[in-house]
């Protein structure tokens, strides 16, 4: 059972398109996330949704929207899609309860190239 | 300067070394701190974590904090073609804004 898993594995679109990609868990956390992975492999964070409600929104362009419809699944949708947002973007989740690690778990990534 | 500093390698070493990969932070108010493993095309898998001070053991690798010096490190005993992989150290504080904060990985290659 794949713990958090996401689709599509593989994007490759044209620029000005409108696309998504969704994340699942089923380790039953209360906090999932949205990272942004460069050509040069460093992880940063996007978004943070803690049961449903955006925690962390960091200076990310509006043309990405998060969107949690339940605490074990965020989808992320971008519009008018950009040379510049071709990366890999990781889902992750952990729980966060008082005094608890945030210990975090992730997908195996979407890598997404614009053309 | 990037609140975490990681030297990207590559590190080449062979069979039965011990590797040493270190991380230095700015932010005093990181109180957690983790050593993830990414192979090529792979999600990061975690490896170890360790809250605070101290040192941390499991198996072949040996995670230490240095929080007087803003330093960690992970070692690697005996290391492994399979352990060819980039690690990655992240951070957290403790309340509030919990998101990682990454270095930009080291990238380790073990030769038979």
């Known amino acids: 059972d794949t713990a958090v898993s996401q689709t599509p594995k593989y994007l490759v679109t044209q620029m000005g398109n409108d696309k998504s990609i969704k994340c699942e868990q089923n380790?039953?956390?209360?906090?999932m996330y949205w990272y942004k992975q460069d050509s040069k492999k460093f992880l940063k964070i996007m978004f943070s949704?803690?049961?449903?409600?955006?925690?962390i929104n960091e200076t990310v362009p509006n043309r990405f929207s998060p969107k949690s419809p339940d605490k074990a699944h965020l989808n992320l949708h971008i519009n008018s899609l950009e040379l510049g947002d071709s990366a890999v973007y990781f889902c992750?989740?952990?729980?966060?309860?008082?005094?608890?690690?945030?210990?975090?778990?992730f997908g195996a990534g979407t890598r997404l190239s614009v053309l | 300067q990037k609140e975490v500093e990681q030297d990207p390698g590559p590190l080449s070493v062979p069979e039965g070394a011990i590797v040493s990969l270190n991380c230095t932070y700015s932010?005093?108010?990181?109180?957690?701190f983790m050593w993830y493993r990414q192979y090529s095309r792979k999600g990061p898998e975690l490896l170890m974590y360790?809250?605070?001070?101290g040192n941390k053991e499991d198996g072949r690798f040996t995670a230490q904090v240095d929080k007087s010096s803003k330093y960690i490190s992970l070692f690697i005993r005996d290391s492994q073609p399979s352990d060819s992989a980039t690690y990655l150290c992240?951070?957290?504080?403790?309340?509030?804004?919990?998101?990682?904060?990454f270095g930009s990985g080291t990238r380790l290659q073990v030769q038979p």
């Open positions: 360790t809250y605070s001070s």
């Open positions: 992750a989740s952990s729980f966060t309860g008082a005094g608890a690690p945030d210990i975090q778990y």
């Open positions: 932010n005093s108010a990181f109180q957690y």
């Open positions: 380790l039953g956390h209360d906090t």
């Open positions: 949704y803690n049961n449903k409600e955006l925690i």
């Open positions: 992240a951070m957290s504080i403790l309340t509030g804004r919990r998101a990682l904060t």
